[in-house]
Nanobody, 125 residues
Framework: QVQLVESGGGLVQAGGSLSASCAVS????????MGWFRQAPGKEREFVAA???????DYSDSVKGRFTISRDNAKNTVYLQMNSLKPDDTAVYYC???????????????????WGQGTQVTVSS
């Protein structure tokens, strides 16, 4: 069965860094677009970053220049490097897999087919 498991969240002060990981099992990994979303309390789940199956990347305006998405095909893992963290970045971060071979990454959560359980990122002021 397809399973995505996040890890690497935590608590950090503003300006610090964290690296989240998402291990994928159950199906080919490198052939699919992977995305990161986040959801803060009382907020809608929002797009953060995505890595297209072709290698193309996309980021939300709020994290562009601070976050980096990457993958290690040998380890079946996608990463989200988060630098210069701000309190507004506090949320549960989810990785997701998109089965559809789209030309561009999709930024709507409902478009993704498989999800991890999330990892908490908390940024203090």
């Amino acid at each position: 069965q397809v399973q995505l498991v996040e890890s690497g969240g935590g608590l950090v002060q503003a300006g610090g860094s964290l690296s989240a990981s998402c291990a994928v099992s159950g199906r080919p990994f490198s052939s699919y677009t992977m995305g990161w979303f986040r959801q803060a309390p009382g907020k809608e789940r929002e797009f953060v970053a995505a890595l297209h199956r072709s290698g193309y990347t996309d980021y939300s305006d709020s994290v562009k220049g601070r976050f980096t998405i990457s993958r290690d095909n040998a380890k079946n893992t996608v990463y989200l490097q988060m630098n210069s963290l701000k309190p507004d970045d506090t949320a549960v971060y989810y990785c997701a897999l998109d089965l559809n071979p789209t030309l561009l990454v999709r930024t709507i959560a409902s478009a993704y087919d498989y999800w991890g359980q999330g990892t908490q990122v908390t940024v203090s002021s």
